[in-house]
């Protein structure tokens, strides 16, 4: 694949021909008898980063567990590449090229930010020998913008460099496809502009990408389309431009309060007057 060659955001890798990556059907995943995921399904073709919102408890999560094999699904079927990954562990997954980070970061504590990485590179299947992971290591970790930081150890690091390392461990196992839950939380706004230039370059280097996001600046900035869920469940999906001025969306999601603010602003570009989405605030939930 060829590295940087910009794209217009319009205008995606992917068409509505290329076959899908990765195809959830009917989807169901209950926690004791409550659904968290509720027959949900999308597919995301190559190539396409596809943007996942929805209020906390929406199911999001759950969503990436049940893609990246740490859940099983109570019913419904996940495949990837053309065959159904529903029943496989996270490390059989993570061989055929699916990487993912956690909304909860989990560095290995006793590890320093470039071992950390290491042993990503080492979990990625591709039976790379020490030397060769130490160079993706290296390489990743001047792409995340941590290099300075490589010797620090799990417990020392800000939350905004645990976000970045999450990344970075996921991205050494140079997946096919990269799951993000949350990777911007708590950055501050050039961070996340970072952040935003770094998952397109992932994505023009030819991975597909889905992406968990609460910032509305960041979802509209690298995603294809997005999807929206509520209640375990699909409650739109389109263009980002489509669905962020979807008025079910607006209400169900976003809230009175959102509703009335983005009335209130009305001369703007149709986004929202703050950049981060109330998460679950002001909805009736
Ligand atoms: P989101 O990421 O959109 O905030 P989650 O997928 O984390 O939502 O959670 C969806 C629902 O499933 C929530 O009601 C949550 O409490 C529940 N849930 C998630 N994981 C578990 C679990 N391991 N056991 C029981 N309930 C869970
Ligand atoms: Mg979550």
């Known amino acids: 694949m060829s590295h940087a060659s910009p794209r217009p955001m319009e205008s995606s890798a992917s068409s509505d021909t290329t076959p899908a990556l990765l195809e959830l059907e009917h989807v169901t995943k209950r926690f004791g008898g409550l659904p968290a995921v509720d027959d949900l399904s999308f597919a995301v073709r190559e190539g396409e980063v596809l943007g996942i919102i929805g209020p906390n408890g929406a199911g999001k999560s759950t969503v990436i567990g049940l893609i990246g094999g740490a859940i099983a699904p109570t019913s419904g ?3 990837f590449a053309g065959r159904d990954v529903g029943r496989l562990s996270p490390h059989q997954r993570a061989h055929l090229g699916i990487a993912r980070t956690f909304q909860i970061t989990q560095p290995f504590v006793g590890l320093d930010v470039r071992e950390n990485v290491i042993v990503g590179a080492l979990f990625n299947g591709k039976g790379m020998s020490r030397a060769e992971a130490m160079r993706v290591a290296d390489e990743v970790l001047e792409r995340t913008h941590l290099a300075a930081k490589a010797r620090l150890k799990g417990d020392e690091l800000t939350v905004a460099d645990c976000k970045r390392l999450e990344m970075a461990r996921a991205l050494a196992m140079q997946p096919r496809l990269l799951l993000l839950d949350e990777v911007m939380a708590g950055l501050v706004p050039s961070e996340v502009e970072l952040a935003v230039r770094l998952i397109r370059e992932i994505n023009h280097s030819g991975v597909t990408v889905v992406v968990i996001e609460h910032i509305m600046k960041a979802i509209q900035g690298v995603s294809d389309r997005v999807l929206v869920m509520h209640f375990g ?5 389109g263009s980002p ?10 209400e169900a999601y976003l809230g009175e309060r959102y509703a009335r603010m983005r009335r209130e602003s009305a001369a703007d570009t149709g986004l929202a007057p703050s950049d981060t989405m109330a998460s679950g605030e002001g909805e009736d939930a």
């Open 241 to 250: 431009q489509d669905v962020l001025s979807n008025q079910r969306v607006i």
């Open 77 to 79: 079927s996940v495949r």
């Open 233 to 237: 469940r699909k409650i739109a999906e």
